[in-house]
């Protein structure tokens, strides 16, 4: 069965520093979509970034960016300057003729 | 705004009741989802819709059942099969009918509680 594994079930960073959010996953795939969704307290799920797989450049959105790894089948996301508005649970997903959604990372923005 | 509106935001049942939780959209998206998450277990797939009058059953479909007689619309109902139905649903949409490749947009949920 295809898995996505975020091994992180929790973490913490400063406001203004970085941060980054593990994940790898299991597929014999070669086309798939990548993503990362963000869910704040509200609980309603925002996309953070998205990254096609057979795109080698890394995906970036302001703050927020991946370091993709295909052979080593780990995408895992750099938050930047961090600030309280980051803090949520952040779900990485892999999508090809459906999605499958990680357990999540809660992150914790301190002051 | 174009959006996603699921009702109620909460929701309680006594058990044996059917209930459903309502899923409106009006982005023109074509595709439509239920997802249900538990602590610990990310998002799990019940339905989804890729055309009004078609669904089809997810990964933990039983106990549920669902309905898109309207492209905006996609109610869900909870039925007194499902042994474990206390969650949060999350309800989402996307642009397209290819499944899995497109970008979720999602509603704020909805929380059910068996009493």
């Known amino acids: 069965a295809q898995t996505v594994t975020q091994s992180q079930p929790e973490m913490s960073v400063q406001e203004a520093e970085t941060v980054t959010l593990s994940c790898t996953y299991d597929t014999s795939e070669s086309d798939y979509y990548l993503f990362w969704y963000k869910q704040p307290p509200s609980r309603q799920m925002i996309l953070v970034i998205r990254?096609?797989?057979?795109?080698?450049q890394n995906a970036t959105e302001n703050r927020f960016s991946v370091n993709f790894q295909k052979a080593a089948k780990s995408f895992s996301l750099k938050i930047s300057d961090s600030q309280l508005g980051d803090a949520a649970m952040y779900f990485c997903?892999?999508?090809?003729?459906?999605?499958?959604f990680g357990t999540g990372t809660r992150l914790k923005v301190l002051a | 705004d174009g959006g996603i509106t699921q009702s109620p935001k909460y929701l309680f049942r006594k058990e044996g009741q059917n209930v459903t939780l309502s899923c409106e959209q009006n982005l023109n998206h074509d595709a439509m989802y239920w997802y249900r998450q538990d602590p610990g277990q990310g998002l799990r797939l019940i339905y989804y819709?890729?055309?009004?009058?078609?669904?089809q059953k997810g990964d933990i479909a039983e106990g549920y059942s669902v309905s898109r007689e309207k492209k905006e619309s996609f109610p869900l109902t909870v039925t007194s099969a499902q042994k474990n139905p206390t969650a949060f649903y999350l309800c989402?949409?996307?642009?397209?009918?290819?499944?899995?490749?497109?970008?979720?947009?999602f509603g704020a949920g909805s929380r059910l509680t068996v009493l």
């Open positions: 989402a949409s996307s642009i397209g009918s290819r499944y899995g490749t497109n970008v979720l947009t």
């Open positions: 990254q096609e797989a057979y795109k080698q």
């Open positions: 819709s890729q055309i009004v009058n078609d669904f």
């Open positions: 997903a892999k999508a090809t003729y459906k999605y499958i």
